[in-house]
């Protein structure tokens, strides 16, 4: 069976810093291009970063510079490295397993069961 | 950016019913939309991608149609199961967009 399970996620401060994981199990972690994207009330569902098989990275425009994805593939855990915490970037945040592709941009097939982010004084 | 436009927000209806929602993209995406179901205190589950393309072990009562800039979700009997919110996603460009979502109440 399929899962991820995250883990992480709190109230922080502003300007502080957060760890979140993202465990897999069943499924070769290594074949697969990994996600994070956020959800919030106001701003509904919002793609953050992905991490491909070969180490690139990107990210949206409103977290680059401040966040970093990274994953252990030995232990198929992927991270999102929060650092200079908004509080816009007050959240659920969701891993996400990259499914179809167009060659521009993907689809999510398996998710987290999501962690909340708070950042607030 | 893309931006997804769906509507409506909020839609009643009885089981038994069709029920049709709508996303509509600020530009073209060929046929690069897929769909996604959240039940309260989930995740969000794929049920559609390319536009028209069940998800595997989703039931048949979903369907989706559309190209271009203009797309349908169609649940054609709804059931009690189906309470959920309803995101559209276009995949065609870079930094995936998703719409504001469609609450679904029975």
């Known amino acids: 069976q399929v899962q991820m399970v995250q883990s992480g996620g709190g109230v922080v401060q502003p300007g502080r810093s957060l760890r979140l994981s993202c465990a897999a199990s069943?499924?070769?972690?290594?074949?697969?291009?990994m996600h994070w994207v956020r959800q919030t009330p106001g701003e509904g569902l919002e793609w953050v970063a992905v991490l491909s098989h070969n180490g690139d990275n990107y990210y949206a425009d409103s977290v680059k510079g401040r966040f970093t994805i990274s994953r252990d593939n030995s232990q198929k855990t992927l991270y999102l490295q929060m650092d200079n915490l908004r509080p816009e970037d007050t959240a659920v945040y969701y891993c996400?397993?990259?499914?179809?592709?167009?060659?521009?941009?993907?689809?999510?097939?398996?998710w987290g069961q999501g962690t909340m982010v708070t950042v607030s004084s | 950016d893309i931006q997804m436009t769906q509507s409506p927000s909020t839609l009643s209806a009885s089981v038994g019913d069709r029920v049709t929602i709508t996303c509509r993209a600020s530009q073209s995406i060929s046929k690069w939309l897929a769909w996604y179901q959240q039940k309260p205190g989930k995740a969000p589950g794929l049920l559609i991608y390319g536009a028209s393309s069940l998800e595997s072990g989703v039931p048949s009562r979903f369907s989706g149609s559309g190209s271009e800039t203009e797309f349908t979700l169609t649940i054609s009997s709804l059931q009690p199961d189906d309470l959920a919110t309803y995101y559209c996603?276009?995949?065609?460009?870079?930094?995936?967009?998703f719409g504001q979502g469609t609450k679904v109440e029975i």
């Open positions: 069943g499924i070769t972690f290594t074949n697969y291009i």
């Open positions: 996400a397993r990259e499914g179809y592709s167009s060659g521009s941009a993907p689809t999510f097939d398996i």
């Open positions: 996603q276009q995949y065609n460009s870079y930094s995936p967009t």
